[in-house]
């Protein structure tokens, strides 16, 4: 079973901010918290991971809380091309992927 | 460079008929993993190799599904005596290192 809890779904207005929450109140302290996301009838796509501190690349930045019990993903600005649905998933490194059901966003011109 | 590649794309076939699907993972990843996903749900772990040998098949749901990957690259999910229940998305994953997963297009397999 997946150790996340994430909303069902969400909208954002295109060019705004998309502020995904994700909470894991059983995390472990040598798990990793992970966001794939998975656009209409393709693979799911790596987009961050983190273990404590705060992380940023090209596609997203992640919020880690210090007690690491809740994470948020941002898309700074969201276009149309980023609806998907997005998962959050704790991970012991070298080890399967455990998806829940995620957070389908919808990005609204 | 070249993506995690699967084929065939779609695949029907009858009930109680033997079905292969192939993998093909980016080059000198050493790590690999199959999926399935059902429509409307995330995808489920069922096999995961390094190099040639399943380190964790937990994930299999019985004995009709079977993986290989003899030579530590190209991999092939083997299904006997298909059920409707299995028709899903199978969708392989492979990695260099010890996080990222990269993701294949996956093969969508209905058994009628």
């Known amino acids: 079973d997946a150790k996340t809890t994430q909303p069902t779904s969400m909208d954002c207005a295109e060019g705004r901010a998309a502020n995904l929450p994700c909470n894991h109140s059983t995390i472990s302290g040598n798990e990793y918290v992970y966001w794939y996301r998975q656009i209409h009838s393709q693979g799911p796509q790596y987009i961050i991971h983190g273990l404590k501190n705060n992380e940023t690349n090209e596609m997203a930045s992640l919020i880690i809380t210090e007690d690491r019990k809740s994470s948020t993903l941002i898309l700074p600005h969201a276009t149309l091309r980023d609806t998907a649905v997005y998962y959050c998933?704790?991970?012991?490194?070298?080890?399967?992927?455990?998806f829940g059901k995620g957070t389908r966003l919808s990005v609204i011109a | 460079g070249a993506g995690v590649s699967q084929t065939p794309s779609n695949k029907v076939t009858e009930k109680g008929k033997y079905v292969e699907l192939r993998c093909d993972p980016i080059?000198?990843?050493?790590?690999l993993y199959w999926y399935r996903q059902s429509l409307g749900q995330g995808p489920e772990f069922l096999i995961y190799f390094q190099g040639t040998g399943a380190a964790d098949d937990s994930g299999l749901p019985n004995d009709r599904f079977f993986a290989v990957r003899p030579e530590g690259s190209v991999s092939t999910l083997k299904i006997q005596r298909t059920e409707r229940g299995d028709s899903a998305v199978y969708l392989c994953?492979?990695?260099?290192?010890?996080?990222?997963?990269?993701f294949g297009p996956g093969t969508r397999l209905t058994v009628l």
């Open positions: 994953a492979s990695s260099s290192n010890r996080d990222k997963q990269f």
């Open positions: 998933i704790v991970r012991v490194d070298n080890t399967p992927l455990v």
């Open positions: 080059s000198g990843h050493t790590a």
